[in-house]
């Protein structure tokens, strides 16, 4: 780790978000989290969309929405109806800009599960108002996050189950293939928007199913090869 010279910045530098890497001692730093709207048919359809295969959009979330694995998920302030959305996570160890799609895969470390969490009472506010969903989205302990499971392990899934449970009773449940952009689309399609860098997670979407958490609540996921993630709500 580089020494930081406390001397050169007012105050102390915001501390490395990281990630555990299954079967390694050393940590995934995180650098930025995307997000992919929309991208199975069923979730576009019970938000109230078409979902036809439109061009895919994107929004982010800053490196502190990540919930270390085993963290409990504090309850976030100024919403009534927090929601969750199960999501593969795909961890990049190289970035870039254009990348092309059959390169993509190159630029993947590994994958992980992941939890979205929405304000989604301030999401359905913004939407009425053609405003930014930064506040429904993009606030701290927002996305929790499992260890990162190499693909030099597991290959690249395009299928198998994808699930999340509450209490012990199934919420969402789908499967990878019923993705409408798959891993090297998102990659490619994000390259273009942003110059991608190692570090960057990317939440693929979500499947049919999403809906409310209460404070003292347990939170299972799973999602076939990559892994497992538990979190309770605070």
């Not at 929405?118 to 999401?123: A, G, I």
């Not at 990878?176 to 798959?182: G, S």
Request: glycine residues 8%; proline residues 9%; contains cysteine.
């Amino acid at each position: 780790m580089t020494e930081v010279d406390l001397d050169e910045y007012l105050f102390a530098p915001a501390p490395v978000i990281s990630l555990p890497v299954r079967g390694a001692a050393e940590r995934f730093p995180v650098h930025r989290l995307y997000c992919v709207g929309r991208n199975y048919a069923e979730h576009a359809r019970e938000m109230g969309h078409d979902p036809a295969r439109e061009p895919p959009f994107f929004f982010t979330k800053p490196p502190e929405a990540v919930v270390e694995p085993g963290e409990p998920l504090p309850y976030p302030p100024a919403t009534a109806d927090l929601h969750h959305e199960v999501e593969l996570v795909v961890a990049l160890h190289r970035g870039g800009r254009d990348i092309a799609e059959a390169d993509a895969l190159d630029h993947v470390f590994g994958y992980a599960v992941g939890i979205d969490l929405t304000r989604r009472d301030l999401q359905g506010e913004a939407k009425k108002l053609a405003r930014p969903w930064d506040s429904a989205k993009a606030f701290a302990a927002s996305a929790p996050c499992s260890a990162i499971v190499p693909a030099s392990r597991i290959g690249h899934p395009a299928a198998g189950r994808i699930a999340l449970s509450v209490d012990g009773a199934l919420r969402q449940e789908g499967d990878l293939a019923q993705m409408i952009w798959k891993t090297p689309e998102i990659v490619a399609a994000l390259s273009r928007l942003w110059e991608l860098r190692a570090g960057d997670l990317i939440f693929t979407g979500t499947p049919a199913g999403v809906g409310p958490l209460q404070r003292g609540q347990r939170i299972d996921c799973e999602i076939a090869a990559v892994g497992r993630l538990r979190t309770d709500v605070a």
